[in-house]
């Protein structure tokens, strides 16, 4: 994470491959009373390259829950998308990163958001169904060994999502 509002130096990180953030030192606060996902990212899962992060503390609300819930759905939908356009990377990475907003959406609405996929998967062995673990496991592999995830796989965990919802 960069703090600055140097655009030459925003555009150096995104061509290391940096994802940028652009925002005010107020919005960042702002979204970290609401409750953000972001927000808590960027304090407890990011290395800061260069500035500071001001001081503020993460609230989280169900704001936190809800947008994790929703990041999963549009994940999913991502990863439908890169079958549908032979794109095995994005399909099979927009997967991984589904299950995992879904686990740490479910994680949160019992006070904790995971980090590593190691947290992630204790939490989700702790609370909810070996079905979703199982499939999280699975497919974090296959995303290592970057093998191809097929219409199957994907659809095992839309299917599993219109049963618990």
Not at 29 to 50: H, M, N, T, W
Not at 144 to 150: A, D, F, N, T
């Given at each position: 994470?960069?703090?600055?509002?140097?655009?030459?130096?925003?555009?150096?990180?995104?061509?290391?491959?940096?994802?940028?953030?652009?925002?005010?030192?107020?919005?960042?606060?702002?979204?970290?009373?609401?409750?953000?996902?972001?927000?808590?990212?960027?304090?407890?899962?990011?290395?800061?390259?260069?500035?500071?992060?001001?001081?503020?503390?993460?609230?989280?609300?169900?704001?936190?829950?809800?947008?994790?819930?929703?990041?999963?759905?549009?994940?999913?939908?991502?990863?439908?998308?890169?079958?549908?356009?032979?794109?095995?990377?994005?399909?099979?990475?927009?997967?991984?990163?589904?299950?995992?907003?879904?686990?740490?959406?479910?994680?949160?609405?019992?006070?904790?958001?995971?980090?590593?996929?190691?947290?992630v998967l204790?939490?989700?062995?702790?609370?909810?169904?070996?079905?979703?673990?199982?499939?999280?496991?699975?497919?974090?592999?296959?995303?290592i060994k970057?093998?191809?995830?097929?219409?199957?796989?994907?659809?095992?965990?839309?299917?599993?999502?219109e049963r618990?919802?």
């Amino acid at each position: 994470m960069a703090i600055t509002q140097n655009k030459r130096l925003l555009l150096e990180l995104g061509s290391m491959g940096f994802s940028s953030v652009v925002m005010t030192e107020d919005q960042f606060k702002i979204i970290c009373e609401r409750g953000e996902p972001l927000c808590y990212y960027a304090l407890y899962d990011s290395k800061v390259v260069c500035g500071s992060l001001p001081n503020v503390k993460f609230v989280s609300s169900e704001l936190t829950c809800n947008e994790l819930d929703r990041l999963s759905r549009a994940q999913l939908k991502l990863s439908l998308e890169g079958i549908a356009r032979s794109d095995e990377i994005s399909s099979i990475n927009n997967l991984y990163r589904g299950i995992r907003s879904y686990i740490r959406g479910s994680c949160c609405k019992r006070g904790k958001i995971p980090l590593s996929d190691v947290e992630v998967l204790e939490c989700c062995k702790e609370s909810l169904d070996p079905e979703v673990c199982d499939l999280f496991f699975k497919v974090k592999e296959m995303r290592i060994k970057r093998e191809p995830v097929s219409y199957w796989t994907v659809r095992r965990f839309l299917k599993y999502l219109e049963r618990v919802k």
